[in-house]
C-alpha cells in the first residue's frame, strides 16, 4: 500500500508539469498580443516595449516558463489584466462557490444514482428496470444548460415564486447555510446533478446486475443468508467502483460549471472565465484553468488512493 | 498444376449484413435513425422546404406565441421566424458537433493504431501524451482552448477535436494492443506479409469496428459541448441561426415567451438523444457474442 501510494505520487509529478506546460502555453496560441486589451490602439512603441517588460513578454519562452513556473510555486499566479488584482485573490473567491456547488450537486446525483442503479440492477428487465436506463439515458443526454433555463421556465410559469439567481441576497456577501441562501442553491445543484445521476445510475446497475451473476451470490443465498444480508454483500462489492465513478464526476462537474454558472449567474469559476474570456484577460483564464486543472489531478489522485485502500482486491502496488 | 475445384459453398452472409439486419429489428434504433435523417435531410435541404428567410427579422412581430398563423412555432427575439431558424440551424450545429469527433476519429485511430501496433518507446511517447490531456476534465480543457484561440466556428471545431482525440486514441491503442498479440499476426507475419499489409489486412479490419462504435458514442457528448461553446458565446456570431446561441439570445425573453425560448435547446436535446441510443443500437448489433 505504502509503495503504491508513493509511485502513484512520484506519477503526479511529471502529469502536474505536463498540465502547467499546457496551461502556460495557453496565452501563446492566443492570437495577438496578450497586451492588446490594455493597451490603447494608438499606444507609441516605447509604451508597448514598456509594458512587455513589466508583464516579462520581452524575455525567450522556456525563461518565461520557468519565471511563470518559479512564481506560481510561490503562490503568485500573476496579475489580472482587466482587474489588477492578483489572480489567486480573484480565484480564491470564486473556487469556494464552485466547490460548494459541485458538492451538492455530486451529493444529489449520487444518491440518485444509486438508488436508481440498485433499483434497476436488482429488478432487471422489470418495469422499474426500463424507467431507470430511461431516467440514465436522459441524464446523459441533457444538455444541462438548457435544463436550468427548463426548469427556471418551469417554476416561473407553473409556479408563482421566480426563482433567483445569484449566490444569495446580496451576490457578493459572504454564504451562510440558513434557507435564505441555501434557496438560491437548489436549482443549480439540481440542474448540475442530472449527469452524475445518469452515470451513477448506469455504472450501478451494471455493477449489481455482474455482481448478482457471480456465484458467490448462490452460495449465500445457498447458506441461508437473508436477502438483507445478501445486500450487504452487494453494496460491499459495488462500493470502490461506485465512489470512484463519483469522485472522477465531482471533477468533471468543477471543470464543467461554466455553463451552469452562466446560466444561474453563479459566482463561480466559470463566471470568472467567462469574463476572462470576453476581457481577454489571459492572465486570469491560465490561473482558473491552471487551479481547476490541479483540483482534477489531485482528486484523481485521491479516487485511486482511495480505491485501493478500500478495495482489497486491487493490489497494484 | 491442376486447379482443384472447390465445392460452392452457399453464400454466407457477412458480418455486417448480420450487423444491419439486427440494427433493423432494433426498433428504438431505427426509430432515432428517422428522426435524426429527417433532422439532418432538413437541415440540408432547408433552401428549398419553402421556409421564411432565417436572417429577416421585424420590430413590430417579436416574440410571437407558438402557432401564431405564418409562424407555425414563433417568432424569436427579433421577429424572425423559428421554424425556419431552427431547420437553418441544424446546419451548423450538426456540422460543428459531427466533425470534431469525425476529425477525433481519424487522428485518434492514426495516433492509436501506431501507438498499438509499433509498441516500445513510440507507444510511451504518444501515450504518456494522451494522458496530459486526461488531467483536465473535458468541458474545461475545450473551454480553456476556446477562450483562448477566441470566438469562431473554426476555433471551437479545433478545441472539440483536442477534447476527443485522447479518449479514441486510448481505445485504439488497446484493442491495436490486443490484437497484435493474436496468433493470426504472427501467421501472417510468418507467411511474409509486410508491415503495411498487416496494418491494412489484419489490424485495421479487426479495431475499426470498436473504435468506431467508441466514437458514435461520443457525438451527443460533441453536440451538447458544441453548442455549449456558441451559448457561450465561443461559437459562431449572431445573426447565424445555431441551437446553442439561439438558446442564449432567447434567454432574455424566457418570461415573455418561455416555451419559444426552449425550443432550441429541444432541439439540441433530440438530437443528443437519438445519436445516444443509436449508438447503443450499434454496440449490442455488434457485439458477436450474442
Known amino acids: 500500500m505504502l509503495v503504491y501510494l508513493i509511485r502513484r505520487l512520484l506519477y503526479v509529478v511529471p502529469i502536474a508539469l505536463a498540465v502547467s506546460v499546457v496551461c502556460f502555453s495557453l496565452v501563446h496560441i492566443a492570437p495577438g498580443d496578450p497586451l492588446v486589451s490594455i493597451l490603447p490602439p494608438d499606444a507609441s512603441q516605447a509604451l508597448v516595449e514598456q509594458m512587455k517588460k513589466s508583464y516579462g513578454f520581452d524575455r525567450p519562452i522556456p525563461v518565461q516558463f520557468a519565471i511563470w513556473l518559479g512564481k506560481i510555486a510561490q503562490g503568485d499566479l500573476g496579475t489580472s489584466i482587466a482587474t489588477s488584482r492578483p489572480v489567486l485573490q480573484e480565484i480564491t473567491k470564486a473556487v469556494g462557490n464552485t466547490l460548494m456547488l459541485a458538492f451538492a450537486a455530486t451529493l444529489i446525483g449520487f444518491t440518485l444514482g444509486c438508488f436508481f442503479g440498485f433499483v434497476a440492477g436488482y429488478f432487471r428487465d422489470t418495469l422499474v428496470d426500463r424507467i431507470a436506463v430511461t431516467v440514465s439515458i436522459l441524464g446523459v443526454s441533457v444538455p444541462h444548460y438548457w435544463l436550468g433555463m427548463v426548469l427556471v421556465i418551469c417554476f416561473s410559469v407553473l409556479l408563482p415564486w421566480r426563482p433567483p439567481t445569484g449566490a444569495g441576497p446580496g451576490s457578493s456577501a459572504a454564504w451562510v447555510w440558513d434557507w435564505e441562501h441555501v434557496k438560491y442553491l437548489i436549482l443549480p445543484a439540481v440542474t448540475m446533478s442530472v449527469i452524475p445521476m445518469g452515470i451513477v445510475t448506469r455504472t450501478v446497475r451494471a455493477l449489481v446486475g455482474d455482481i448478482l451473476s457471480q456465484e458467490f451470490v448462490d452460495a449465500l443465498r445457498a447458506k441461508g443468508l437473508t436477502d438483507w444480508g445478501v445486500f450487504q454483500h452487494v453494496v460491499k462489492n459495488a462500493a470502490p467502483t461506485a465512489l470512484a465513478v463519483m469522485g472522477l464526476q465531482l471533477g468533471y462537474l468543477l471543470g464543467g460549471s461554466i455553463l451552469i454558472e452562466t446560466v444561474f449567474s453563479w459566482p463561480g469559476t466559470g463566471f470568472l472565465l467567462n469574463a476572462a474570456i470576453f476581457q481577454r484577460d489571459l492572465p486570469l483564464l491560465q490561473g482558473t484553468i491552471l487551479v481547476l486543472a490541479m483540483f482534477f489531478v489531485v482528486l484523481n489522485l485521491l479516487v485511486d488512493t482511495v480505491q485501493t485502500a478500500i478495495d482489497p482486491r486491487i493490489r497494484r502496488g | ?290
Open chain 2, 1 to 290: 498444376m491442376t486447379a482443384i475445384a472447390l465445392p460452392a459453398l452457399p453464400p454466407t452472409r457477412g458480418y455486417w449484413s448480420a450487423v444491419g439486419r439486427r440494427l433493423l429489428q432494433d426498433k428504438v434504433t431505427v426509430a432515432c435513425g428517422i428522426v435524426l435523417l429527417a433532422i439532418i435531410l432538413a437541415a440540408i435541404f432547408a433552401p428549398y422546404l419553402g421556409l421564411a428567410d432565417p436572417y429577416r427579422g421585424s420590430i413590430i412581430r417579436r416574440l410571437r406565441p407558438i402557432g401564431t398563423p405564418g409562424y407555425l412555432l414563433g417568432t424569436d427575439e427579433q421577429g424572425r421566424d423559428m421554424l425556419a431558424r431552427l431547420v437553418y440551424g441544424g446546419r451548423l450545429s450538426l456540422f460543428i458537433g459531427l466533425l470534431p469527433v469525425f476529425n477525433a476519429f481519424v487522428i485518434g485511430t492514426l495516433l492509436g493504431v501506431t501507438a498499438g501496433f509499433v509498441g516500445g518507446r513510440l507507444n510511451a511517447a504518444i501515450m504518456r501524451t494522451i494522458d496530459v490531456f486526461y488531467a483536465f476534465p473535458s468541458v474545461l480543457l475545450a473551454i480553456a482552448i476556446s477562450g483562448a484561440l477566441g470566438a469562431g466556428v473554426l476555433n471551437s471545431v479545433v478545441s472539440l477535436t483536442i477534447v476527443f482525440v485522447p479518449p479514441i486514441a486510448r481505445v485504439a491503442e488497446s484493442v491495436t494492443t490486443q490484437v497484435r498479440n493474436l496468433d493470426f499476426v504472427d501467421a501472417a507475419r510468418a507467411s511474409g506479409a509486410g508491415p503495411i499489409t498487416i496494418i491494412r489486412v489484419h489490424i485495421l479490419n479487426n479495431v475499426l469496428g470498436p473504435i468506431f462504435v467508441y466514437a458514435t458514442s461520443l457525438i451527443s457528448v460533441s453536440m451538447i459541448l458544441a453548442a455549449g461553446l456558441s451559448f457561450l458565446g465561443l461559437g459562431t456570431k449572431p445573426p447565424e441561426p445555431e441551437w446553442g446561441l439561439m438558446l442564449n439570445t432567447l434567454r432574455t425573453a424566457i418570461y415573455v415567451q418561455p416555451w419559444i425560448a426552449a425550443l432550441p435547446g429541444t432541439m439540441i436535446f433530440i438530437v443528443s438523444i437519438c445519436f445516444n441510443l443509436m449508438s447503443d443500437g450499434l454496440r449490442s448489433a455488434m457485439d458477436v457474442r450474442r
